[in-house]
């Protein structure tokens, strides 16, 4: 992949440098809060290759790229003049915050996404290390007294005791207020002095104002809320202090109010939203555990899809920290699971090699938590599957939830996560993610294709003369859903579309050549048995003149299947901005009875169209 041209075209096509109000990029995806997302091609920037689709969700416009985003994102930060262009995650990446207003629940869904996306591989590394070393002790591996074992549990563990100093660090970041500070009030809940205290049920006193006594090691509501009050303090201050001592006073009235409200008022405020939310989930938890197994099972990678689920993220943390276990981790391990039992049945199925070789990575990248690239890639975009892993995660979540299943820790729900859900209905998790993996793969395999789509492409059976072939491989699409009002209006005649794999264009029947435009962008041909078809290259192709296109036939030329018609070049056309998409269709369908596609294909690789003469079908209702 060229990570240069992808960027530019990215950066072309989503309105330029100057339409970015904020960029930044988590595991999978390139995040962008846009000045104005009417300027943005989204379907040119889903027609590059490299990426795999575009989602607009919680005020984000987010270009589904894979693996490889940070490749993407650092040459496209320095071709943006981003700041902090090699800061990885960085979610305050921007040029300016003049963007377009968002509803409260997508500010509210962007700032715990930016929040959490900065560090969330490290903390997903650390519930991982949390987890083998709590599998090496129950396999008596290692020793709890053991050096090594107390200095890797730190390693673990630091992240999760310190998490309202990281979280202090990020929040400031997102509420534009001075990081440092923030890590200062965060810092100052975990002061040793304190937290031995605290622990020890000492009641402190301020001025005569009784502190409770709670320690916030490992929390995530209380220092939320201080930054978030600190956000509206901070400027008050900035306007009662000169610019020449600003940059001192500021900071030093800021800690000297806020650590005691934080203490006094905002920890305790804090602590009860925490616990009320931990006694909630629970509640609703030991009501139906089942049926919560099946809902989170079935529906966590839709809340993917549409980006709420950032909002699980401290819901998950705060049960670990109120109560020292969560009971969500574990089921949703299945849903993830069952995406990629179905991303495998797919690689297994398929016979376009391009969904193969995506399938076959996305397979993999599932079972370790990253599941964009199988659900944008594979699953959704095909549907079936998708349909069959929600099945598959909804009867895994509902085995883990009657099993009970408790995690010890926060990690990405994966196959990784397994040693953190050590101790009581352990075996029904086991049992459950084996059930959603094969469940997702099973259903899939048998289930997930339409008929056509488990043929074995490499063997026609209709050679029909009222069959088209298809003129180019790649992806079919109703031919209703391009983007061309007359050619999706079925004005010129009904017929389908394909979504290119490669750049060449063969002929679809026996017959002859009657059009050739001077462009190579469109083709004529009438078929020996009558059919009239058109082949247009993109959309709006015209326009290129001519340019990354060679024709290979003349005027009145004969032709039989399968003859090269056609080159054109599809990632420079892509590149240039435009829509690839080849169209067949049939200009005389008024000739016929019915001009329908075959069976539902994966690919075109195949037979396409059906041409059904009047004659065969006297005194049927007409259906064209």
């Given at each position: 992949?060229?990570?240069?041209?992808?960027?530019?075209?990215?950066?072309t096509?989503?309105?330029?440098?100057?339409?970015?109000?904020?960029?930044?990029?988590?595991?999978?995806?390139?995040?962008?809060n846009?000045?104005?997302?009417?300027?943005?091609?989204?379907?040119?920037?889903?027609?590059?290759?490299?990426?795999?689709?575009?989602?607009?969700?919680?005020?984000?416009?987010?270009?589904?790229?894979?693996?490889?985003?940070a490749?993407?994102?650092?040459?496209?930060?320095?071709?943006?003049?981003?700041?902090?262009?090699?800061?990885?995650?960085d979610?305050?990446?921007?040029?300016?915050?003049?963007?377009?207003?968002?509803?409260?629940?997508?500010?509210?869904?962007?700032f715990?996404?930016?929040?959490?996306?900065?560090?969330?591989?490290?903390?997903?590394?650390?519930?991982?290390?949390?987890?083998?070393?709590?599998?090496?002790?129950?396999?008596?591996?290692?020793?709890?007294?053991?050096?090594?074992?107390?200095?890797?549990?730190?390693?673990?563990?630091?992240?999760?005791?310190?998490?309202?100093?990281?979280?202090?660090?990020?929040?400031?970041?997102?509420?534009?207020?001075?990081?440092?500070?923030?890590?200062?009030?965060?810092?100052?809940l975990?002061?040793?002095?304190?937290?031995t205290?605290?622990?020890?049920?000492?009641?402190?006193?301020?001025?005569?104002?009784p502190?409770?006594?709670?320690?916030?090691?490992?929390?995530?509501?209380?220092?939320?809320?201080?930054?978030?009050?600190?956000?509206?303090?901070?400027?008050?201050?900035?306007?009662?202090?000169?610019a020449?001592i600003?940059?001192?006073?500021?900071?030093?009235?800021?800690?000297?109010?806020?650590?005691?409200?934080?203490?006094?008022?905002?920890?305790?405020?804090?602590?009860?939203?925490?616990?009320?939310?931990?006694?909630?989930?629970?509640?609703?938890?030991?009501?139906?555990?089942?049926?919560?197994?099946?809902?989170?099972?079935?529906?966590?990678?839709?809340f993917?899809?549409?980006?709420?689920?950032?909002?699980?993220?401290?819901?998950?943390?705060?049960?670990?920290?109120?109560?020292?276990?969560?009971?969500?981790?574990?089921?949703?391990?299945?849903?993830?699971l069952?995406?990629?039992?179905?991303?495998?049945?797919?690689?297994?199925?398929?016979?376009?090699q391009?969904?193969?070789?995506?399938?076959?990575s996305?397979?993999?990248?599932?079972?370790?938590?990253?599941?964009?690239?199988?659900?944008?890639?594979?699953?959704?975009?095909?549907?079936?599957?998708?349909?069959?892993?929600?099945?598959?995660?909804?009867?895994?979540?509902?085995?883990?939830?009657?099993?009970?299943?408790?995690?010890?820790?926060?990690?990405?729900?994966?196959?990784?996560?397994?040693?953190?859900?050590?101790?009581?209905?352990?075996?029904?998790?086991?049992?459950?993610?084996?059930?959603?993996?094969?469940?997702?793969?099973?259903?899939?395999?048998?289930?997930?294709?339409?008929?056509?789509?488990?043929?074995?492409?490499?063997?026609?059976?209709?050679?029909?003369?009222?069959?088209?072939?298809?003129?180019?491989?790649?992806?079919?699409?109703?031919?209703?859903?391009?983007?061309?009002?007359?050619?999706?209006?079925?004005?010129?005649?009904?017929?389908?579309?394909?979504?290119?794999?490669?750049?060449?264009?063969?002929?679809?029947?026996?017959?002859?050549?009657?059009?050739?435009?001077?462009?190579?962008?469109?083709?004529?041909?009438?078929?020996?048995?009558?059919?009239?078809?058109?082949?247009?290259?993109?959309?709006?192709?015209?326009?290129?003149?001519?340019?990354?296109?060679?024709?290979?036939?003349?005027?009145?030329?004969?032709v039989?299947?399968?003859?090269?018609?056609?080159?054109?070049?599809?990632?420079?056309?892509?590149?240039?901005?435009?829509?690839?998409?080849?169209?067949?269709?049939?200009?005389n369908?008024?000739?016929?009875?019915?001009?329908?596609?075959?069976?539902?294909?994966?690919?075109?690789?195949?037979?396409?169209?059906?041409?059904?003469?009047?004659?065969?079908?006297?005194?049927?209702?007409?259906?064209?």
């Amino acid at each position: 992949m060229d990570y240069s041209e992808l960027a530019q075209s990215i950066l072309t096509n989503i309105g330029g440098k100057d339409n970015i109000s904020k960029a930044w990029h988590c595991a999978t995806r390139l995040r962008f809060n846009l000045k104005s997302t009417d300027k943005a091609n989204t379907e040119a920037i889903e027609n590059l290759d490299g990426v795999i689709t575009v989602v607009q969700s919680a005020g984000q416009y987010q270009v589904v790229i894979g693996n490889a985003v940070a490749q993407v994102f650092a040459v496209l930060a320095d071709l943006a003049g981003l700041a902090n262009p090699d800061t990885a995650a960085d979610a305050a990446t921007t040029t300016e915050d003049t963007g377009e207003k968002q509803n409260i629940i997508n500010r509210f869904i962007a700032f715990i996404s930016g929040i959490f996306t900065p560090f969330l591989g490290a903390l997903a590394g650390a519930g991982i290390l949390k987890g083998l070393l709590a599998l090496a002790v129950a396999f008596n591996l290692m020793s709890t007294t053991s050096g090594a074992y107390k200095i890797w549990y730190s390693a673990g563990d630091a992240i999760f005791y310190f998490l309202p100093v990281f979280l202090a660090f990020t929040a400031a970041k997102q509420l534009k207020v001075n990081q440092f500070v923030a890590v200062s009030l965060g810092a100052a809940l975990l002061y040793p002095t304190l937290v031995t205290v605290m622990t020890n049920s000492t009641t402190l006193h301020f001025f005569g104002i009784p502190v409770v006594p709670t320690t916030y090691t490992s929390t995530v509501i209380p220092i939320l809320l201080a930054v978030w009050v600190l956000s509206y303090l901070e400027p008050v201050l900035d306007k009662l202090f000169p610019a020449a001592i600003r940059n001192i006073f500021t900071p030093l009235f800021s800690l000297i109010i806020m650590v005691p409200l934080t203490l006094l008022v905002v920890g305790p405020i804090g602590g009860l939203i925490g616990n009320g939310l931990a006694s909630g989930v629970m509640a609703i938890y030991n009501f139906m555990p089942i049926g919560a197994g099946v809902i989170m099972g079935a529906f966590w990678q839709v809340f993917v899809i549409f980006g709420v689920h950032w909002t699980f993220v401290p819901l998950m943390m705060n049960n670990i920290a109120k109560m020292g276990y969560d009971p969500l981790l574990p089921i949703l391990s299945a849903a993830v699971l069952s995406q990629a039992g179905a991303a495998l049945a797919v690689f297994l199925k398929s016979r376009d090699q391009k969904m193969k070789a995506l399938a076959g990575s996305s397979f993999v990248t599932a079972l370790f938590g990253i599941t964009e690239p199988t659900i944008y890639g594979v699953t959704l975009k095909l549907k079936r599957p998708f349909y069959c892993a929600v099945v598959g995660g909804a009867l895994g979540g509902a085995i883990i939830g009657a099993a009970g299943t408790h995690a010890s820790s926060f990690t990405l729900p994966s196959l990784l996560a397994v040693p953190t859900f050590l101790g009581h209905g352990f075996m029904g998790e086991v049992i459950g993610l084996i059930v959603a993996f094969l469940g997702g793969a099973i259903l899939t395999y048998f289930f997930g294709f339409a008929r056509q789509q488990q043929a074995d492409y490499s063997v026609v059976s209709d050679q029909s003369d009222n069959t088209v072939m298809a003129p180019v491989e790649g992806t079919i699409i109703p031919l209703t859903s391009v983007h061309d009002e007359v050619f999706a209006s079925e004005a010129m005649g009904k017929g389908l579309a394909i979504v290119p794999n490669k750049g060449t264009v063969t002929a679809p029947v026996d017959g002859t050549i009657t059009a050739v435009y001077p462009t190579g962008h469109a083709i004529g041909i009438t078929a020996n048995s009558g059919a009239e078809i058109l082949i247009h290259i993109g959309i709006n192709t015209v326009q290129l003149n001519g340019q990354y296109f060679e024709t290979m036939v003349k005027q009145n030329q004969v032709v039989k299947r399968g003859d090269l018609l056609t080159k054109f070049d599809v990632d420079k056309i892509k590149t240039a901005g435009y829509d690839t998409t080849v169209m067949v269709i049939i200009t005389n369908t008024a000739d016929y009875q019915m001009v329908k596609p075959t069976d539902a294909t994966e690919t075109s690789d195949n037979w396409i169209l059906e041409l059904q003469p009047k004659e065969i079908m006297e005194g049927a209702p007409a259906n064209v």
